[in-house]
C-alpha cells in the first residue's frame, strides 16, 4: 500500500547565471518612450548575440531586462565584460541624459530547469547582485569570484558580506573592473593615412570549435565577402593577403585600424553544435571601437556552400548601408572649407535624413555644389532627384511642372552616368516612377539594380513600391519582407514598415495595415505620407475616432491638403480602383473636399 503521493524529481545543474538590466530606464521611458524603445532595440540587437558567442543561453528578455545562463563562469564574466566595454562605446557619442547603462549581476549556483527557463537561489542571487552594481558595472558572487580570480586579468572589488533581499544567508560580493592588470604596452605605429573615401579590411573569422573543416569554411567565407564589397566603387577594401596576417592572432581593434589604414573592420566567428554551424559577424569603427552592426546566421553543416552564400549576401547587403550612415555620421563633424565633391555627397545625405523642409533644400544646394566638383558624379544626382521624392510625399512642391522635369532630368543624367552601379541605379529609379511619372522606366532600373546587387536592401523595398503602384501587393508584401530580411536594424526600417502598410492596404488587410503604420508613426509621428495610410486604414478598419486623429494632425502639419489636390502627394498607382480606395479612405476618415 503506497504511503504517500510519490515526490517529482525535478532536473537540477549547476549553472552560471547573468543578470542584467538598464539603470535608470523608467526615467528614459517617462522622458521619450518611443526613443527609448527604439534605443533599447538598437543596444540589444548588438549585446543578445554577444551572450550566444559566449557560449550563453538567453533564458529572458522581459522588458529592459537580460537573464542568461552559461556553463562556464569564466564565459559569463568575460561576457559581461564585453557588454559593458561594448555598451560604453556606444554611449561614447549620446548625450548624458540619454544613455543607457547595464547593470549586471553574476551567480554561481544550483537551478531548478525546463526548456525555457531556470529558477532557484542561484538566480535569485544573480538578480540581487545586478541590484547592487553601479551603472556600467558588474557584480559577481564569492563563488565567481574564486572561479575566476587569476584566470582572467581583472581587478576586483572586496564589497564585504551583503545581506540580500529575500535572500536567506549573506553573500559575499566583488565589483569587478574591467581594466586589464599590467596590460602591457607596446609602441604604437606609424599610423597609415586614410584613403578619400571609406575604408573596410574583413579579418579572419575565428573558429570557435577547433573543428579544422570549419577553417576552411570561415576562410573561403570571407574571401567570397571581401569580393562582394569590392565590388562597390565607393569602398577601399584591404586584400586578403593582408587581412589574413592577422589570423590566430590576439588584436586590438584600434591598432590594426592604424596598421592596415582602414576606419572600419569586419570580424567574426564560427561555431560547430552538432550538425548546425552558426556565424556571428560584426563591423567595428576602428577609431572609436564602436560596433556599428552585428548579426548572425546559422544552417545545417550539410548546407555548408550554401550557407556560405547566404552569410556572404546578407553581409554584403547590410554592410553596405551601414558603412554610408557611419561616414555621413563623420562627414557632419569635418570643416565644411576642406571638402570636395564626395564630402558634399555626404554633407546632402545628413540633412537629407534630417527629414525637415529646410534640411532637404540644404541637402539639394549641396548636391548641385557637388556637381560643380565632379559634373560626372552619378551618385549626387540621383540623391538631388531623390530630394524631389521628398517635396511631393510632403507636400513642400512649389512649382509642380518645373520640379518634375529637374527630377526626370538628374534621375537620366544618375542613370547614364553611373548604368552599372546598383545603388545609383536603385536611387534614380524611384524618383523617375514617383515624381516624373514613369514607372515602367523607374520599375525596370530598380531591376536591373537588383540583378547587379541582389543584396540592396533598399532596392527590394522601392521595388515593393513599385509593385504596390502596379497593383500587386501581395507580390510587394514579399518584397519588403526580404528588404527587412537583409537590413533587419536599419535604421531606415520605417521606409519599410510604410510599404508594408500601403501594400496590405491595397491588399484588403486593414487590421495590419494599422499595425505597420502605427510602428512607422512610433519612429515617424509626423511624416506626411505615414498620417495618410495610417488614417486611410484606421478609417476601413473601423477605427473612426483614430482615423480623425491622424488627419488632424495631417491637417497641421500641411493645412492645404485636401481630396482635390491629393494626387499631387500620392504615388503613380497605375490601376484607377486603387487611387479611389485610397481616396475614398481619406475622405471616410475626414480629409476635407
Not at 397 to 426: N, P, S, Y
Not at 499 to 520: C, L, P, T
Not at 560 to 568: G, M
Amino acid at each position: 500500500m503506497s504511503e504517500g503521493p510519490e515526490k517529482t524529481k525535478v532536473p537540477r545543474r549547476l549553472a552560471a547565471i547573468l543578470a542584467a538590466d538598464i539603470a535608470g530606464y523608467s526615467a528614459l521611458m517617462e522622458a521619450d518612450e518611443a526613443r527609448t524603445v527604439h534605443d533599447l532595440r538598437a543596444h540589444q540587437a548588438v549585446v543578445l548575440p554577444m551572450i550566444r558567442e559566449h557560449g550563453g543561453r538567453i533564458i529572458d528578455t522581459a522588458g529592459d531586462g537580460i537573464l542568461a545562463e552559461f556553463g562556464s563562469v569564466v564565459n559569463a564574466a568575460d561576457c559581461a565584460v564585453a557588454i559593458q566595454r561594448t555598451m560604453a562605446q556606444r554611449n561614447a557619442d549620446v548625450e548624458e541624459a540619454r544613455r543607457m547603462r547595464f547593470r549586471i549581476g553574476i551567480n554561481q549556483g544550483d537551478v531548478v530547469f525546463d526548456d525555457s527557463r531556470v529558477y532557484g537561489d542561484g538566480v535569485n542571487v544573480a538578480a540581487r547582485l545586478e541590484g547592487l552594481a553601479e551603472p556600467g558595472g558588474i557584480c559577481i558572487s564569492r563563488k565567481v569570484y574564486e572561479e575566476v580570480a587569476g584566470k582572467m586579468q581583472l581587478a576586483f572589488v572586496d564589497l564585504g558580506e551583503q545581506q540580500l533581499k529575500n535572500i536567506a544567508r549573506p553573500v559575499r560580493v566583488y565589483r569587478i573592473s574591467d581594466e586589464p592588470l599590467a596590460a602591457a604596452r607596446v609602441a604604437a605605429k606609424p599610423a597609415l593615412a586614410l584613403p578619400d573615401k571609406p575604408s573596410i579590411a574583413v579579418l579572419p573569422f575565428t573558429n570557435m570549435s577547433g573543428d579544422p573543416e570549419q577553417e576552411y569554411f570561415a576562410d573561403g567565407m570571407v574571401e567570397e565577402i571581401i569580393t562582394g564589397l569590392s565590388r562597390f566603387r565607393w569602398l577601399f577594401v584591404i586584400a586578403r593577403n593582408s587581412s589574413f596576417t592577422y589570423k590566430g592572432r590576439a588584436m586590438d581593434v584600434k591598432q590594426v585600424g592604424r596598421d592596415l589604414g582602414v576606419r572600419y573592420l569586419l570580424e567574426g566567428s564560427v561555431r560547430k553544435s552538432a550538425n548546425r554551424i552558426r556565424i556571428a559577424g560584426q563591423l567595428i569603427d576602428t577609431s572609436s571601437g564602436t560596433h556599428l552592426w552585428a548579426d548572425r546566421f546559422e544552417g545545417a553543416i550539410e548546407d555548408v556552400f550554401e550557407l556560405q552564400d547566404q552569410v556572404t549576401a546578407r553581409a554584403v547587403g547590410a554592410l553596405a548601408p551601414r558603412l554610408q550612415q557611419a561616414e555621413i555620421e563623420r562627414a557632419r563633424r569635418k570643416p565644411t572649407e576642406s571638402l570636395d565633391a564626395y564630402d558634399l555627397y555626404l554633407r546632402g545625405l545628413a540633412n537629407f535624413y534630417k527629414w525637415t523642409r529646410e534640411a532637404n533644400e540644404e541637402a539639394l544646394h549641396l548636391y548641385y555644389k557637388a556637381f560643380e566638383h565632379d559634373a560626372d558624379f552619378s551618385a549626387a544626382y540621383a540623391a538631388a532627384a531623390w530630394c524631389f521624392c521628398r517635396r511631393k510625399a510632403s507636400g513642400w512642391v512649389i512649382d509642380r511642372e518645373k520640379e518634375i522635369a529637374e527630377a526626370r532630368r538628374l534621375a537620366r543624367r544618375a542613370v547614364q552616368l553611373g548604368k552599372d552601379d546598383a545603388t545609383v541605379l536603385c536611387d534614380a529609379g524611384h524618383p523617375l516612377s514617383y515624381v516624373a511619372g514613369e514607372l515602367d522606366d523607374g520599375a525596370a532600373f530598380v531591376d536591373q539594380a537588383l540583378l547587379i546587387n541582389p543584396n540592396l536592401a533598399r532596392g527590394w523595398a522601392y521595388s515593393g513600391l513599385v509593385k504596390v503602384w502596379l497593383g500587386e501587393p501581395v507580390r510587394a508584401i514579399e518584397r519588403f519582407v526580404h528588404a527587412m530580411r537583409l537590413s533587419p536594424i536599419d535604421p531606415f526600417i520605417w521606409f519599410m514598415q510604410e510599404g508594408m502598410a500601403q501594400a496590405h492596404f491595397f491588399a484588403g488587410r486593414h487590421d495590419e495595415a494599422v499595425s505597420w503604420a502605427k510602428m512607422e508613426l512610433r519612429d515617424q509621428p509626423d511624416r506626411h505620407s505615414a498620417l495618410r495610410i495610417g488614417a486611410a486604414s484606421c478609417a476601413l478598419a473601423g477605427l473612426d475616432e483614430e482615423a480623425k486623429r491622424l488627419i488632424a494632425r495631417l491637417l497641421e502639419i500641411d493645412p492645404a491638403l485636401r481630396i482635390s489636390n491629393l494626387k499631387s502627394v500620392l504615388g503613380p498607382y497605375r490601376q484607377p480602383e486603387c487611387l479611389a480606395k485610397y481616396t475614398d479612405a481619406l475622405r471616410k476618415a475626414g480629409l476635407p473636399e
